[in-house]
T-cell receptor
């Protein structure tokens, strides 16, 4: 399973754009990149998933360069409620019998 | 979207007792479910993979006789913490893969052993 590396923590202010980068140098051909958000005492919640280039949904964008060895989660105009831990996971999506391994995650603190 | 539900969401028990946590996939069948454990300020650690109709696969360092996993149906997996001790106090989270391979997580179950 590809190992991921993220910054341990980040600070931001309300209204700013936040970019969290994840390194996954040994990502495999069949691996997808998925980002999850976790609030205290809750299970992780799916944010966005991609394989290459750029993916955008109603809450975030995911940028993946051509070599796929890293990815950047972009949160536009964060609010206080975006304070959480963000995890980047890398793994294949085929049979569903393999779990995804969590890295340390990035603790985002949004200040007023 | 697919939902994974856990019960109970929190439980307090005395040392030496056993506690069962249920994980259900509400609108899809999950032949495989995963159990994670999370200590305060730490990331999720995979404990075991629960396979419907067969024995669970445990990660290195996780005692299979301590953490009993039963995946009796395509929508239910249970984790039983046997003879719980204070060091077993943690946040237990289950997850299941949807039909397209996406991973859904339960709300988590907080166990406190006194």
């Amino acid at each position: 399973l590809a190992k991921t590396t993220q910054p341990i923590s980040m600070d931001s202010y309300e209204g700013q754009e936040v970019n969290i980068t994840c390194s996954h140098n040994n990502i495999a051909t069949n691996d997808y990149i998925t980002w999850y958000q976790q609030f205290p005492s809750q299970g992780p919640r799916f944010i966005i998933q991609g394989y290459k280039t750029k993916v955008t949904n109603e809450v975030a964008s995911l940028f993946i360069p051509a070599d796929r060895k890293s990815s950047t989660l972009s949160l536009p105009r964060v609010s206080l409620s975006d304070t959480a831990v963000y995890y980047c996971l890398v793994g294949d999506m085929d049979t569903g019998r393999r779990a995804l391994t969590f890295g340390s995650g990035t603790r985002l603190q949004v200040q007023p | 979207g697919a939902v994974v539900s856990q019960h109970p969401s929190w439980v307090i028990c005395k040392s030496g007792t056993s506690v069962k946590i249920e994980c259900r996939s509400l609108d899809f069948q999950a032949t495989t479910m995963f159990w994670y454990r999370q200590f305060p300020k730490q990331s999720l650690m995979l404990m075991a993979t629960s396979n419907e109709g067969s024995k669970a696969t445990y990660e290195q360092g996780v005692e299979k006789d301590k953490f009993l996993i039963n995946h009796a149906s395509l929508t239910l997996s249970t984790l039983t913490v046997t003879s719980a001790h204070p060091e077993d106090s943690s946040f237990y989270i289950c997850s299941a893969r949807g039909m397209a391979g996406e991973l859904f997580f339960g709300e988590g179950s907080r166990l406190t052993v006194l």
